[in-house]
């Protein structure tokens, strides 16, 4: 076992940092400004020019579309072990990953295009995603049902013709609200009458299609995530062209399955860069603020969590690596158990850390004057998005037992891939 990361790894992580030191960090205030004089003004969905103005940079530098393995359309793309590493230090100022063309939902629906769609439809919107020029959603979830079972989803698709014809009401549709999101895949049923997992299909659709209401934002824990935003968006009689079908009618769960992996672990390394951060402000916070005659870094208890940080830390990571490098060597499929593990303790570990470095900063940890709050905000959105962790904790359990029953673990049934 060799626990060194590759000189190309350890070159682009230096040049990555560079850029980090150079453009990220010293624009980490005016991000937060910009959107905060945008909402003032009475429009916070409008799309930052500092991301914007860092983008070309990136691309410079040879840090961009980094997240997508073996595809001729981004030459760039790393294997998912050697931009594990990567996404964590994108992790450590979550607007940043847009920088370099590797935010979420746009990652998870570019692999999706890229193995699931014609090459008709990867020229229409592949490639201005890969080029960073529009932004795209994953419309799944629905307000009806529970969605966690992706065979609730109601949502209907309809052949007429050489058309499919739309009609539900989706929710949490993730980066929806920027006005440069012109493109959604749709998961709904095309035929209720096939079996469990042959209902459902994915369809490409262009989100000015006549039909498609924005009806509201989600707000998470108050924060309206703007210009990004989550949506609940309607679609009534929404018509497009058939080829527009991925990979074809009652394929939605195998398309899921497909980008089970890459989506949930590209959460999970950013997890570990947000949890290594606070750690950093938890240290520094209780190193330089004395109370009754001692700074609070003095404090055992102080000293306890911080210990257990870095352990779980490490070992977040390590299980990271570790289903990042199944990926790769053995795929998805056989790495069911590592990624649905990892899905639960990242999002777990980080929310732990950032509730500890919360606590030593005193009330100044859920004041807006840190990040701490907004990053806590969103790591709990982890243990909902991308599937419960009971839904995971449920299929590991099953693999698990599956060992002692004469069973066969191919055949154990684990949820369908979320989207975001
Ligand atoms: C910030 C954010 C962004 C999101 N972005 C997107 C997106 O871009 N696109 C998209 O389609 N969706 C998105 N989602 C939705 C997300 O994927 C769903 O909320 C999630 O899959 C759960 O579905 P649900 O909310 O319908 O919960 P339900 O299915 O109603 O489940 C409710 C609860 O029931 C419990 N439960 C469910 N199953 C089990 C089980 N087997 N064992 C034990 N307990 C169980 C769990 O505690 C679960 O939380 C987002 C959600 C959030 C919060």
Redesign the pocket.
């Known amino acids: 076992m060799d626990f060194e990361y590759s000189p190309k790894v350890k070159e682009m992580q230096a040049k990555l940092l560079a850029f980090f030191d150079q453009h990220i960090y010293p624009n980490e205030k005016r991000f937060a400004e910009e959107i905060d004089a945008n909402r003032r003004a009475g429009n916070a969905w409008i799309p930052t020019r500092v991301i914007e103005e860092l983008k070309p940079l990136a691309r410079e530098a040879g840090l961009w579309n980094l997240f997508l393995p073996r595809s001729p359309r981004a030459p760039q793309g790393l294997s998912n072990l050697e931009y594990a590493t990567l996404c964590e230090i994108m992790g450590r100022v979550p607007w940043s990953a847009e920088v370099f063309n590797c935010a979420a939902?746009d990652t998870g629906n570019m692999e999706t295009l890229e193995r699931y769609a014609s090459e008709e439809l990867k020229d229409q919107w592949l490639e201005p995603l890969l080029a960073g020029e529009i932004r795209s959603?994953?419309?799944?979830?629905?307000p009806a049902?529970?969605?966690?079972?992706a065979t609730n989803i109601e949502c209907r698709i309809e052949r007429d013709g050489d058309h499919y014809v739309i009609n539900g009401t989706?929710w949490?549709?993730?980066?929806a609200g920027d006005p440069r999101c012109k493109v959604y895949i749709v998961?709904g049923k095309t035929d209720p009458e096939a079996g469990r997992h042959e209902q459902q299909s994915m369809i490409v659709v262009p989100a000015d299609t006549p039909g498609i209401t924005i009806k509201r934002f989600l707000p998470?824990f108050g924060y309206d995530?703007a210009p990004h935003g989550?949506m609940e968006i309607e679609l009534k009689n929404v018509r497009v062209p058939a080829s527009n079908i991925l990979l074809g009618e009652g394929r939605g769960f195998e398309i899921a399955q497909g980008r089970l992996g890459p989506g949930r672990i590209h959460h999970c390394m950013r997890s570990i860069g947000v949890a290594e951060r606070a750690l950093e402000l938890l240290c520094k916070r209780a190193l330089s603020r004395v109370a009754f005659g001692k700074p609070v870094s003095a404090q055992g208890v102080t000293q306890e969590r911080i210990a257990e940080a870095r352990c779980e830390i490490e070992m977040a990571r390590l299980l990271t690596l570790k289903a990042a490098y199944m990926m790769d060597t053995v795929g998805n499929k056989v790495a069911k158990a590592e990624i649905a593990m990892i899905k639960v303790v990242a999002p777990n570990v980080a929310l732990k850390v950032i509730d500890w470095a919360i606590q030593v900063h005193g009330a100044a940890g859920v004041s807006s004057d840190f990040p701490l709050a907004s990053w806590w905000a969103h790591q709990r959105?982890l243990r909902?998005?991308?599937?419960?962790?009971?839904?995971h904790r449920?299929a590991i359990a099953k693999l698990e037992l599956a060992k002692h029953m004469n069973v066969n673990p191919d055949t154990i049934k684990m949820p369908v891939a979320?989207?975001?």
């Open positions: 939902p959603a994953f419309l799944m979830t629905e049902v529970a969605s966690s079972d989706k949490w549709s993730s980066g998961m998470v995530d989550h959105t909902l998005a991308d599937g419960p962790d009971e839904v449920n979320r989207g975001f």
